[in-house]
């Protein structure tokens, strides 16, 4: 320790640093002020905070010092030595804070550090200490932790705060944390001292922004909720009980509401023993104090040992007692007296000295009825107390101050033991102790609380004046209740109280310097910079009027100081019995005691904010407040700050002792009212000789400043620019309050102005607020970084953070004055400024910041265009401030960066407003020819009415006058003009030829006209002016471009007028050239619109369209493509009529593939087609479902009618195929019956035979002849019966099998619209004929377009996308190395339909379903499904050697490379060292899977007997055991099972086991049913051999190979025991889908041996 008090005198600076500099002195006043000393370090000081006899001192590097009397260390250390805090070396420490006897610390990391008088608990439960310990001698942390989460978490600091018995932290959050003793914790508990930091709820919720803390009572900066929260502000969510929530209310709602002014002051918990007793009372929380203190009033009072350490007193002994008197009044001995008692003082004054006032008016008659019989009150508060009140004897009144401090509202819960400390160990010398004891053998000297009575019946009171409708809290006869509120204070007598030489002390803590750091500056949510919507609050005690509150009770919560909400206040300090805050217009309100005129004014009351008396041109930016002292740091007259003192002056040494030995003997009142003391701030004349102040602490009797010198102009800049901000600011705020807001105000301001400048005055109003709003935030902003201009970098100024929005403002705000200038608002303006302030025209003189004399409107307008001054100021600052850096450094780069914005935006500004003056001129000029073209934004930019410029090939008499504004040209011709909008307006000067004309053309988007200038420079002088206006319109800088190429492709919006198809139309969107092109919006008043793209003036590419339909009422929709101004392409037409087509147009009609949906299932007629148009209307094939009916035609059309060969089929299983005619069926066909009924014949009509034909039956009889009739209604027959012989049936059968599909539309003809269409959105006109890059182009162009146009792709949708963007190889050989590169493409391609083959499939898909789904679910169409798979891969087999011409013809081969080995492939059948492709294997697996549900119905519909038979061999088999099954089918005894594994054991298999055998093969081929492909189901079958080969092996020795008539048997057993449903249809489909290359390899001899086995297992005899 030694060590480290040594090291301040080694780092004593020979050369002293020249920032954070610390000057400290006593406070005595400017009169006779002790001279300033100077701290000499070797670091700069960043921060310094004093409290009653010490003080700190941050420096540079995080260190920390001491100074003054460190009474928990037993040293007194000179200001001129301070002593190194060693053991907070290594923790970084960035604030310091000192209370009235502790000190604080807050590392970076949010950590604090405390040390100090630890009597109250303000300390906390430090780790290096136990509770109990009075002292805490080196800084120790002190941990704040947040229980309410889970797990609870360490809550980082950011602030700190202390008073003489409490500490308060502001957290990261800002939250506010609190320990220590007494009602100014803001806590709800009555446990005293606090030991661990806790919330304090009252403000959870809230966004505290800074903190202080006075002797007894805290202050808290809060932002304001949002004005619609104001009427709902929500209480802790958590609440204790008996707190009472507090409801922050407007002044209007004020008459009937209850707020803090009306709850109880001591408003604790209370205990449930109490709760019943008070239940029928409103204040419960109130009386809950007298329980917990009665016990510890009967105990014996303790002394304190020399050293200030307590004999025997325990932690707990401080909770419950109340001390009044806060700084050591002397005791006086107390009576037994009833709670009624009337006392009749003499000599009574007010507490600010004004003449005395009769006591006891008030009392009976403001007495509360809710409480009417006052002896039932007393009793209770007996049975409370556990004895009767005591009230003290009134001896000695000779200090008229003295009675309302005994009477104050201090009855908080007392914070330390009843124990009273020497006087020698707090070294006081003003006062002595003799007295302090007097009282003992009487009540001790805990209070007994007759104050608490009197608050009680205040409150009261109050809140019966609120639920009577009168405003307790309002503040306009605050004087009358002031004086009230006394008369009814002395109608009580004093309170006793314990007294201590260091509370006989007047004493201060200075509030720490909240919004001194970055971190808890006060900062907007939003935009960063500090909020000016604030509020203060107050708790604590209150008996000075500290609290603001209009009265002098305490606060155990905290509550809104309404009289300063809306002040903007940006920073409060809290003295030991004062208050003051600071607003943003540089003004200080100030509170509480002013016994030394501490508070800058001699205004009554002291119980509320009120203005400090200023000088004129002093602008206050800092404040703090000490004992009984105030200093202000103010911007004066120069850049340099200026010192302002608040306090007594010094005063002669026989003075002092005179009223020392007069407070022997009185009642001491604290402070003790000075003899000589200021009535306003008065200057410090030493200030100029410290450099230029950042900052002022105060405490105690002390004061301390922190200073710069000006180093390379660097400090000075930066005061300048805050300092002149700062007065713009009050300016501001003075224009608005002086001027704007009586004339916005004033009722007669509509009929003056006229209704358009009565708007614009509003909006200049507004834009005016907005720019106000701006200043101030930015000035206070500037505030904070003076505060801390040694750890803030320059870059972080919001000048050059928030450029943007600097900028934004002032363009609004001079676009606003400008508007209201060109529309002649001013001189109505003046008129009205004249009628409104009438006598007070020294107002416009006092705001007018220019030398001219105020006279007439033109000062005005000056008056509202000073504001942009201001931008020259920030740029010549900027650059000031760049001057002090290297032209390298980033600070150089951004402080010139902003100089040149600002300087820009000042330049452009001023061009604005010349414009503005130009154009107001303009329109008096030519008032009444072109009136209705005034507009409050319109421009003149230059006019022709010299003539100029006229139209070419004018006539010799006509009259063309031009006017360009700055957002169209108008062409006046006598008395008409046309208006063409500058956006939709294209310059191009003409060449100059040998006509000699100086031409320029201009072309519009429904006409184009030619202008001639009368000289050369004449025209570069228009055209400058036209393409400068177009720059600025077009969004650019306004400085032009170079002709001819100005804004050729632009965004923009018109209205057409002339005629043609977008008459009337409004478009909005891309122009190229005087047309329409790119993407937009048109929209016909007849409610059309077109959204999408265009193209050279008309719609092309895709779009989306509504167009009306009248007699339905409902609109046409369309979306998809168009070109040249009609839909073409692909897209969906949703009619008003509920039709939908979705499919292919051109030039606005049907035409190609596409499906019509008529109608829904719930209406009459409902009917879906989908096959193949021209110019509108169904022809080539299509497939139609009339639902409504139950048919389903498949066949041609032409020009809408059926006519063609066609198959139609019925939901009640007739089948027909043959030719229709007109519509309907004509000529030969053949119809089929469910029941296998045949008739094969001529056909006149639908279901209508007429003709020859043969009637074959379900049992082979024959009819043949004429027949007549309709099919269900009955036929008439002429013919001949014929019954074959049974030899012939099954060749008769047969027969007639193979007679279906003769009149049917072949596979290879049907759907040829999709493949067209897919070719045509590869590019290619007809199918192969195209180039192939164009293809792939268009393949990826088409993907690009679809992922711009579906932004609610999922990820793995774009993924796939990204990669089909990428064109593959495509134009290389193929060889087994990239074969499967071209398969993975075409999997990929296929899974989107935004892929072109994707389309085709999802297509192909679409028109399969649609024709064998349904009523096509009939086994009849099996054939011609089957067909209809192969064609399409037929047709997608060429579009894919189309975009891949390396791939060889269908059954071609691919080389595997050199370098590769033979290798099989599943899709591929090996031959040797060559691959095999075929269009099923390669497309099969792309088309089949979708496919697969139609197609595998049909094949169950077809094999439905036969499967029937197998299904029932199937179970009468499986019933037998594994042994006899296998004896039964005939397999060898060699190759059965003996063994058989069940969960990894092994078991003998026994004659009566089933299902026990060939488990895995079985298994395996039971997945057959799983796959969809010919090839996949080929897969499973060849595994079921691997693994009936695995299993058998083991039985057998050596090499074995298997013959058909031992695999037979095995493979029969293995088909049996799989029981594969539709085994017949998985047969029959892999037969006829299956590769031919595999049909005679080991893979076709595998499905030849199962479609054995299933053929046995049907024809297996039953019997």
Not at 618 to 639: E, I
Not at 989 to 1012: M, Q, R
Not at 1245 to 1254: A, S
């Amino acid at each position: 320790m030694e060590n480290i008090e040594e090291s301040p005198a080694d780092e004593r600076a020979q050369t002293p640093p020249e920032r954070g500099l610390l000057h400290i002195w006593q406070s005595a006043g400017p009169s006779a002020q002790l001279p300033p000393e100077r701290v000499l370090l070797s670091r700069p000081v960043l921060q310094t905070a004093l409290g009653e006899h010490h003080g700190l001192l941050l420096t540079q590097g995080g260190l920390v010092y001491s100074f003054g009397e460190l009474l928990w260390r037993d040293v007194s250390v000179p200001v001129s030595t301070p002593l190194l805090e060693g053991s907070l070396l290594g923790k970084t420490v960035v604030h310091v804070a000192a209370g009235g006897f502790h000190c604080g610390a807050l590392s970076e990391q949010g950590n604090i550090f405390m040390w100090g008088e630890n009597t109250a608990g303000q300390c906390g439960l430090t780790e290096k200490g136990r509770a109990a310990n009075i002292t805490v001698s080196e800084p120790s942390p002190v941990s704040v932790v947040d229980n309410d989460v889970v797990p609870p978490a360490a809550v980082r600091v950011v602030d700190l705060a202390f008073g003489r018995e409490h500490s308060l932290a502001l957290s990261a959050q800002n939250e506010l944390w609190a320990w220590g003793s007494g009602c100014q914790l803001g806590l709800v508990t009555s446990a005293f001292p606090v030991w661990r930091p806790q919330k304090v709820e009252h403000l959870a919720g809230r966004h505290v922004i800074q903190v202080s803390c006075g002797a007894y009572h805290s202050l808290a900066l809060v932002r304001s909720l949002p004005p619609k929260n104001y009427n709902t502000q929500n209480p802790p969510e958590k609440r204790e009980r008996g707190q009472s929530p507090h409801y922050s209310v407007t002044e209007k709602e004020e008459s009937f509401t209850v707020d803090g002014g009306h709850y109880c002051p001591l408003g604790v918990e209370l205990t449930e023993v109490m709760t019943e007793e008070l239940s029928q009372h409103w204040l419960m929380p109130i009386f809950c104090l007298f329980s917990q203190s009665s016990q510890k009033r009967r105990g014996p009072r303790r002394r304190l040992q020399p050293g200030g350490r307590s004999a025997g007193s325990s932690p707990g002994s401080a909770a419950g007692s109340c001390p009044y008197s806060e700084d050591g009044k002397t005791n006086t001995k107390q009576k037994n007296l009833p709670v009624g008692t009337r006392l009749e003082p003499d000599g009574l004054t007010e507490t600010d000295g004004s003449p005395k006032s009769h006591p006891l008016s008030g009392w009976r008659s403001n007495k509360n009825s809710a409480l009417s019989d006052e002896r039932e009150l007393q009793n209770l508060l007996q049975k409370l107390s556990g004895h009767s009140l005591e009230t003290p004897d009134i001896s000695g009144l000779g200090d008229t101050d003295s009675l309302s401090s005994y009477t104050s509202d201090d009855s908080c819960v007392s914070s330390t033991p009843s124990t009273d400390r020497l006087t020698s160990s707090y070294k006081e010398e003003s006062l002595i102790t003799s007295q302090t004891n007097k009282n003992s053998g009487l009540s001790v000297s805990y209070s007994s609380s007759p104050v608490c009575l009197e608050d009680v019946r205040l409150s009261l009171e109050a809140e019966k004046r609120a639920l009577q409708g009168q405003k307790s809290s309002s503040l306009t006869n605050i004087n009358q209740r002031g004086k009230a509120s006394t008369n009814r204070r002395r109608s009580l007598p004093g309170t006793p109280t314990r007294g201590s030489p260091r509370q006989r002390r007047s004493c201060a803590s200075r509030p720490s310097s909240a919004g001194r750091m970055h971190s808890a500056a006060p900062k907007e949510a939003g935009d960063g910079l500090p909020s000016l919507d604030t509020e203060v609050w107050s708790w604590g005690r209150g008996s000075e009027g500290q609290l603001g509150h209009g009265d002098q009770l305490a606060r155990l919560q905290p509550l809104c100081i309404k009289s300063l909400k809306g002040e903007e206040v940006i920073q409060v300090a809290a003295g030991s019995h004062h208050s003051l805050a600071l607003t943003a217009h540089c003004q200080v309100y100030s509170w509480g005691s002013n016994m030394c005129g501490q508070l800058g004014h001699v205004n009554s009351p002291v119980t509320v904010p009120q203005q400090a008396k200023l000088s004129d041109g002093l602008r206050v930016w800092d404040v703090s407040a000490g004992q009984s002292h105030s200093l202000l740091l103010a911007d004066g007259d120069c850049v340099q700050p200026v010192l302002l003192y608040c306090g007594q002056q010094q005063e002669p040494t026989s003075a002092q002792s005179e009223r020392s030995h007069r407070g022997q003997r009185s009642h001491h009142r604290s402070p003790n009212r000075a003899e000589s003391y200021t009535v306003r701030p008065t200057l410090l004349p030493f200030c100029m000789e410290m450099g230029y102040v950042s900052s002022v602490c105060s405490g105690g009797q002390s004061c301390a400043v922190l200073a710069d010198h000006n180093i390379m102009g660097f400090i000075s800049a930066i005061h300048e620019l805050a300092s002149r901000e700062r007065q713009f600011y009050c300016w501001l705020s003075s224009m608005r309050k002086l001027l704007l807001t009586p004339l916005r105000n004033r009722e007669s301001a509509s009929s003056l102005l006229g209704e358009p400048c009565t708007h614009l005055f509003f909006s200049l109003c507004e834009s005016f607020a907005r720019l106000s709003a701006l200043i101030g935030r930015h000035s206070t902003s500037l505030t904070y970084f003076l505060h801390d201009v040694q750890g803030c970098d320059v870059t972080s100024l919001p000048l050059l953070t928030h450029t943007e929005h600097f900028l934004d403002i002032y363009k609004e705000y001079c676009s606003s004055v400008g508007n209201f200038q060109v529309m002649g608002g001013f001189q109505p303006l003046y008129k009205l400024s004249l009628e409104c302030l009438g006598s007070q025209q020294t107002v416009l003189a006092q705001l007018c910041v220019s030398d001219q004399a105020v006279s007439g409107d033109v000062d005005l307008v000056s008056l509202l265009y000073w504001p942009l001054q201001q931008l020259h100021q920030y740029s010549r600052v900027l650059l000031k401030l760049a001057a002090c850096y290297d032209v390298l450094t980033t600070e150089y780069q951004s402080l010139h960066q902003g100089c040149s914005q600002y300087e820009s935006l000042s330049s452009s500004l001023l061009r604005r407003k010349k414009e503005a003056e130009n154009t107001f001129h303009f329109w008096k000029t030519h008032s009444g020819k072109t009136e209705d073209l005034r507009l409050a934004q319109r421009r003149v930019v230059c006019e022709s009415s010299n003539r100029s410029l006229t139209l070419q090939n004018a006539g010799r008499f006509s009259n063309h006058w031009f006017i360009l504004f700055n957002d169209a040209l108008v062409h006046t011709q006598f008395s008409t003009h046309h208006v063409y909008p500058l956006t939709c307006l294209w310059v191009k000067p003409v060449t100059e030829d040998s006509s000699g004309l100086y031409a320029i053309k201009i072309t519009c988007p429904e006409e184009s006209f030619t202008v001639v200038a009368s000289t050369p420079q004449e025209k570069n002088k228009w055209l400058r002016s036209l393409n400068q206006a177009l720059d600025q319109v077009l969004g650019g800088g306004g400085q032009g471009s170079s002709p001819g190429v100005m804004g050729m492709s632009r965004t923009a919006s018109y209205t057409f007028t002339g005629e043609g198809r977008f008459k009337d139309a409004q478009y909005t969107g891309g122009w190229l050239a005087g047309r329409v092109h790119g993407r937009g919006t048109m929209k016909w008043p007849d409610g059309r619109t077109y959204v999408g793209n265009f193209k050279n003036g008309v719609e092309d590419g895709y779009g989306e369209s509504v167009i009306p339909n009248k007699v339905l009422a409902k609109p046409d929709s369309y979306q998809g493509h168009w070109k040249d101004g009609k839909i073409h392409g692909f897209g969906k037409y949703k009619y008003a009529s509920g039709e939908v087509y979705e499919g292919c147009f051109s030039d606005g009609q049907r035409h190609g593939y596409g499906m019509l949906s008529s109608g829904k299932l719930a209406k009459k007629s409902s009917s879906v087609f989908i096959g193949h148009w021209v110019h509108d209307k169904k022809t080539g094939y299509g497939v139609y479902d009339d639902i409504t009916r139950g048919e389903k035609y498949m066949g041609l059309w032409l020009d809408e009618q059926r006519h063609g060969t066609a198959v139609v089929v019925t939901q009640y299983g007739v089948y027909y195929e043959g030719t229709f005619k007109d519509n309907k069926m004509s000529g030969p066909g053949l119809l089929v019956s469910d029941d296998d009924t045949a008739f094969h014949g001529e056909f006149s009509d639908d279901w209508t035979v007429n003709g020859k034909g043969v009637l074959t039956l379900a049992n082979g009889d024959c009819l043949e002849g004429l027949f007549n009739g309709e099919w269900s209604a009955g036929l008439k027959v002429v013919g001949t019966y014929t019954k074959p012989v049974a030899e012939e049936l099954e060749h008769k059968d047969r027969n007639s099998l193979l007679r279906l599909g003769q009149y049917v539309v072949p596979a290879g003809q049907r759907w040829l619209c999709v493949f067209d269409e897919c070719w045509s959105r590869l590019g290619c006109d007809t199918a192969g004929k195209g180039e192939r890059t164009i293809a792939w182009e268009n393949i990826a162009v088409s993907i690009t377009s679809a992922r711009r146009h579906s932004p609610d792709l999922t990820r793995s949708q774009t993924k796939v996308l990204e990669s089909l963007e990428l064109i593959p190889q495509h134009g290389v050989p193929v060889t087994t190395a990239n074969y499967d590169n071209i398969r993975r493409y075409l999997t990929k391609a296929c899974e989107t339909p935004l892929h072109p083959l994707g389309w085709l499939v999802e297509t192909l898909v679409t028109v399969y379903r649609m024709t064998y789904v349904g009523v096509g679910s009939n086994r009849r169409l099996l054939r011609q499904a089957v067909l209809e798979v192969q064609g399409y891969l037929i047709h997608f087999f060429s579009i894919v050697r189309f975009l891949f011409p390396g791939l060889p013809d269908d059954g071609g081969i691919i080389p595997e490379p050199p370098a590769s080995k033979g290798r099989h492939d599943s899709n591929t059948a090996e031959q040797g060292s060559v691959l095999v492709v075929c269009c099923s294997s390669l497309l099969l697996p792309l088309l089949l899977p979708r496919l697969y549900p139609p197609l595998f119905t049909l094949y169950c519909l077809q094999e439905e007997q036969e499967e029937a038979q197998y299904w029932d061999r199937i179970l009468r088999l499986n019933k037998q055991p594994d042994q006899s099954l296998l004896s039964f089918l005939g397999v060898q005894e060699k190759f059965w099972p003996v063994w058989m594994s069940i969960l990894g054991e092994k078991k003998q298999i026994v004659s009566s086991s089933k299902d026990a055998c060939f488990v895995s093969a079985v298994e395996t081929l039971q997945q057959i049913s799983t796959t969809f492909t010919p090839s996949d189901k080929l897969l499973v079958i060849q595994k079921t051999f691997e693994e009936l080969t695995q299993e058998i092996k083991p039985m057998l020795h050596g090499d074995f190979l298997w013959c058909m008539d031992d695999l037979l048997p095995l493979f029969l057993y293995l088909v049996l025991r799989a029981r594969i449903r539709n085994l017949g249809a998985e047969v029959n489909m892999i037969e006829d889908l299956m590769d031919p290359n595999v049909q005679h390899g080991e893979l076709g001899l595998m499905f030849t041996t199962l479609k054995a086995c299933y053929i046995q297992i049907q024809q297996e005899s039953t019997t």
